[in-house]
């Protein structure tokens, strides 16, 4: 009895430690990509998503605190950022603070959160049209999700008021509304989705959302059909030939990398890889036909 009372015991205490360790999210060896989508614009025509990617970089003290400055770009080539305020975590990672460049400051992430608190004390300063407190926000469920081979914590944000809006939060990476965008769920802005599109650790990728096909999105970018049913490809993962068949005349076939970037382009239904001189990883195929334009996610190994 006593030997297992004392398993129990540090079994409890090797599980606070784990706890303990949350995953930190201000370094500079993280990239985040988010799409702004308005489903159309001000005169009522369909609106082309946009993206943005944020980073954090360099040490910068204030007040006596370290802060990383808040760095963000819509070049696609992520080479031109500029500096849209700050951030800091706590030494436990468990909270992340934002601070705007007019020196204003709030909590924006709490990872100690557990099933059924009330949200009511962070605010967002980069995004002051969002308070936490003017909503009645409860965790919803609190579980863990795959993030490139590893089990992040994460929970859901719900307004009791309006159950349809939630917001998920996954630690290390942020809101799937996008890092900075905390809290937009709740904004009651209508026709108008912001959404984590990917996210890198290291320059490696780590997440891509489901629905859609690129980490980056532009004026020239074009949203791809998804019923891609007439159009197969084999194999798949592949080291070095692609086979294209369809059951319409196939125009134009182009590899896209994760962020939009043409690769290739020609009139072939075969495609070598080893001709190509790229590096293992994912890529996506976009089909034309006298008929339509597809897309297809392809596996380099």
Not at 193 to 215: K, M, P, R, T, V
Not at 255 to 261: K, P, T, W
Request: charged share 20%; net charge negative; glycine share 6%.
């Amino acid at each position: 009895m006593k030997k297992n009372i004392l398993l129990l015991f540090l079994f409890l205490i090797c599980f606070s430690v784990v706890r303990a360790q949350v995953l930190p999210m201000v370094v500079d060896w993280k990239l985040w990509s988010t799409v702004d989508d308005y489903n159309y614009n001000i005169y009522g025509e369909p609106y082309t998503p946009e993206t943005y990617f944020v980073k954090f970089e360099g040490d910068t003290l204030i007040g006596g605190l370290n802060y990383f400055k808040i760095m963000l770009s819509e070049d696609v080539d992520t080479i031109d950022f500029s500096c849209v305020g700050y951030a800091r975590q706590s030494t436990d990672n468990q909270k992340v603070f934002y601070r705007n460049l007019e020196g204003d400051e709030g909590c924006v992430y709490d990872f100690s959160v557990s099933q059924g608190d009330t949200i009511t004390d962070l605010y967002n300063p980069l995004r002051e049209h969002l308070f936490y407190d003017d909503f009645n926000v409860v965790v919803d469920s609190v579980y863990f999700v795959n993030i490139n081979g590893n089990n992040q914590r994460a929970f859901d944000l719900m307004c009791i008021d309006y159950p349809e809006a939630k917001e998920t939060i996954i630690e290390g990476i942020g809101s799937e509304c996008g890092v900075l965008e905390v809290g937009h769920a709740f904004s009651g802005a209508v026709g108008w989705s912001l959404s984590l599109l990917c996210y890198w650790e290291n320059d490696a990728l780590a997440y891509h959302a489901d629905s859609y096909d690129f980490c980056f999105y532009d004026d020239l970018s074009v949203i791809i059909p998804k019923n891609t049913d007439a159009i197969h490809i084999y194999p798949n993962p592949t080291k070095d030939i692609i086979n294209i068949s369809s059951e319409d005349i196939i125009t134009k076939i182009e590899l896209i990398d994760v962020n939009g970037r043409l690769l290739f382009s020609k009139k072939t239904n075969v495609l070598s890889i080893s001709d190509l001189e790229i590096k293992p990883g994912v890529y996506f195929l976009r089909i034309f036909t006298i008929q339509n334009m597809f897309t297809k996610k392809i596996i380099l190994k």
